[in-house]
């Protein structure tokens, strides 16, 4: 599900710590051109959202609460709303067997706040210009 040019970009956040999640949550409400569907903090409530209205961007610490959970969601995401893009807060082993579709993933992994606003945009729109570290990997980090 791909919003139009003037449509905000609808994102999920999904996160298991409550002051991250409540953070991101508010980074996007004040940013232009992004909208909040949810703020989660487990697989549950995001297969919840999801299934009641599809988001454009799912922002997702995929360790929560373990890696094989955050995996595990990537994959259900990835069968039943392929559409959707997903913006990953860290690395994780295996990720990128889960989701082989460079243009669907990407890790931002530190990343500055005008830095995630900007990918989030980005990733809602089918056919952006990717950063030049985008690479269906990870962003280096050291």
């Keep these: 599900m791909v919003t139009g040019p003037s449509e905000p970009v609808r994102v ?20 232009d051109g992004l909208v909040l569907s949810a703020a989660v ?11 009641g209205d599809p988001v454009d961007v799912v922002l997702i610490d995929p360790r929560l609460p373990e890696a094989e959970v955050g995996i595990a969601l ?18 994780v082993e295996h990720l990128s067997s889960v989701w ?8 931002v992994s530190p990343a500055s706040p005008e ?21 269906g990997g990870a962003r280096p980090t050291g």
């Design 41 to 51: 903090g487990d697989p549950v409530g995001a297969m919840h959202v999801l299934e």
């Design 115 to 135: 830095l995630l606003v900007e990918t989030l945009r980005e990733r809602a729109i089918a056919r952006s210009p990717a950063h030049p570290w985008h690479d």
């Design 100 to 107: 082989e579709e460079p243009e669907q993933l990407v890790v």
């Design 12 to 31: 999920l956040v999904v996160d298991a710590d409550r002051r991250v999640r409540q953070s991101l949550a508010g980074l996007i409400r004040v940013s």
């Design 74 to 91: 990537l994959g259900e995401i990835r069968a039943r709303w392929p559409g959707t893009r997903i913006v990953a807060l860290a690395v």
